[in-house]
């Protein structure tokens, strides 16, 4: 797994899934992999309705199911976050803060233990079951160096919100050079290249910085993170000169971490436009 960008296309089509596949076919001679698809649903903490708790914001949960793994990311607005632990005296260490960003397996867990504990978050949009989103689409390959999924955000109601597209760089587990808004310059015009030229059309690089994305993961690389490692492999194609071994530092866009970054982006992009 490698270093990936996404965009948005909010104003596509009905018939922009299969142009963006046959563009990838036709013209990138891409070779069609499998369905893509993921599930997302967003909750409410519902302490608010209790007046004794005078609480000044609410909590927002966000789960993101790929495959047999699902991303939770927690957010409190009153808690502090990264930078405020830095810059602030603070008497006692929180027990978290702002964000919080874990992994769960296998799917539906996190529900049945809401249920269980009767926790009190409750569905944004009411739906009880079933994900209140999903991404459904094609995953293609591009010679031996990319990996391309695109797919409709689809609704529980049926309503397609315009399609979201994924383009992986397989031979990087990072990229350091950016352009001045965190996306990466081959990433992007592969994915500007991919998409049909419709003039007035409506997309948008989906990015997150550095900054936001530390503050994600701050007491994970606090308490010291797992640093993967490759072993030797003769027939290993990424593999050159006398290098005796391939380290993967945290933070690299490698196995359950590349989901995990691709996961954050999208609710973040979903979110903003007001759809979760």
């Known amino acids: 797994m490698g270093f990936t960008g996404l965009a948005r296309w909010i104003d596509a089509p009905t018939t922009g899934l299969n142009l963006i596949s046959e563009n990838i076919v036709r013209n990138y001679h891409g070779q069609y992999k499998g369905e893509w698809q993921v599930g997302i649903r967003s909750y409410r903490s519902t302490f608010n309705n209790e007046p004794s708790l005078n609480l000044p914001a609410e909590r927002t949960m966000a789960t993101f199911t790929m495959g047999e793994n699902v991303f939770v990311l927690l957010d409190d607005p009153i808690s502090p976050g990264r930078y405020d632990l830095q810059t602030l005296s603070l008497a006692t260490k929180p027990t978290h803060l702002k964000s919080t960003y874990i992994t769960l397996s296998p799917p539906g867990a996190l529900e049945q233990l809401l249920s269980l504990l009767r926790a009190r978050w409750g569905s944004v949009r009411g739906q009880t079951t079933g994900p209140q989103l999903t991404i459904k689409g094609s995953i293609f390959s591009i010679g031996t160096d990319w990996m391309v999924r695109v797919g409709n955000v689809i609704t529980s109601t049926g309503a397609v919100k315009g399609i979201l597209l994924e383009a992986e760089y397989l031979p990087l ?34 990015t997150v910085s550095d900054f936001e994305w530390a503050e994600v993961i701050f007491y994970e690389n606090e308490e010291g993170e797992n640093v993967e490692k490759k072993e030797d492999s003769e027939d290993d194609i ?13 933070g690299d866009w490698v196995g359950v971490e590349r989901d995990r970054r691709s996961a954050y982006l999208i609710i973040g992009a979903l979110r903003s436009e007001g759809i979760i």
């Open 173 to 206: 587990p990072t990229v350091t050079v950016l352009l001045g808004d965190n996306t990466s310059e081959m990433v992007t015009n592969l994915l500007t290249s991919v998409l049909p030229q419709i003039p007035g059309a409506k997309t948008l690089a989906v």
């Open 238 to 250: 990424w593999a050159s000169g006398e290098d005796e071994e391939t380290m993967f530092k945290p």
